[in-house]
Structure formats: structure tokens, C-alpha cells
């Protein structure tokens, strides 16, 4: 069974960091993108970053380059993203997914399309 369990969510102050993890178990992330997406109350769920563990090719969505990173750990069947100077329209909650079909651009851009496999979520807010 694929599973993908997010961690690292929290409350933040405006400007402050949090990283977000995101383990694989039940299967390899190797072959796999993997892609951040976020969902804020009222709103559709969207692409933040996502990354490709066969060829290292990331994306990041316009709102969130040079502040967020994404990075993958094969040996720990992990991917991480690193959010820095964090704006209070970051609050929202975070999910991590695979899929073996896609690549970074489709899978960040059509959040809609079919993954192999969803977290369920961590949630962060960024409030003074």
C-alpha cells in the first residue's frame, strides 16, 4: 500500500521558517515526482513544488520561489520543503503526493490529475 505521511506543519510568525517532511512507506520514491500542494480555507488546492526523483528536476509556483526549497532524501524515502520568510497567505494546509506518471510541470500545475498516492495533510499558519 503507498502511504505518505506529512509532518513538520505548525504555527509561525511572519518571516519565520518551518520544514515540512513528507515519508514514503509502503514503497520507493524512486522513479516517483513528488509534489508540495496547499489548500487554504475557501480556496483550490495548488502546486507549491514539486520534484522528480529520477532526474533531480524541481518546480516551484511564482508565489513561493526564493523562499521555499524542496529537496528529496532517497535513503530515507523522504522529501522535504524548506519554507522560509513565511507570509501569512502561505497559512494553509499542506499535502504531499506521488505519481510514477507525471512529470514536475504537469504535476504541479494540474493538481487535479490522478496521484498514485496522497497524504493527509499538515496544516500551517503564519500569524504574529
Known amino acids: 500500500q503507498l502511504q505518505l505521511v506529512e509532518s513538520g506543519g505548525g504555527l509561525v510568525q511572519p518571516g519565520g521558517s518551518l520544514r515540512l517532511s513528507c515519508a514514503a512507506s509502503g514503497f520507493s520514491l524512486d522513479g516517483y515526482a513528488v509534489g508540495w500542494f496547499r489548500q487554504a480555507p475557501g480556496k483550490e488546492r495548488e502546486g507549491v513544488s514539486c520534484?522528480?526523483?529520477?532526474?533531480?528536476?524541481?518546480y516551484y509556483a511564482d508565489s513561493v520561489k526564493g523562499r521555499f526549497t524542496i529537496s528529496g532524501d532517497n535513503a530515507k524515502n523522504t522529501v522535504y520543503l524548506q519554507m522560509n520568510s513565511l507570509k501569512p497567505e502561505d497559512t494553509a494546509v499542506y499535502y504531499c503526493?506521488?505519481?510514477?506518471?507525471?512529470?514536475?510541470?504537469?504535476?504541479?500545475?494540474?493538481?487535479?490529475?490522478?496521484?498514485?498516492?496522497w497524504g493527509v495533510g499538515t496544516l500551517v499558519t503564519v500569524s504574529s
Open positions: 503526493a506521488a505519481s510514477y506518471t507525471f512529470g514536475v510541470q504537469h504535476m504541479c500545475n494540474i493538481p487535479t490529475s490522478r496521484m498514485d498516492s
Open positions: 520534484i522528480s526523483s529520477s532526474d533531480g528536476s524541481t
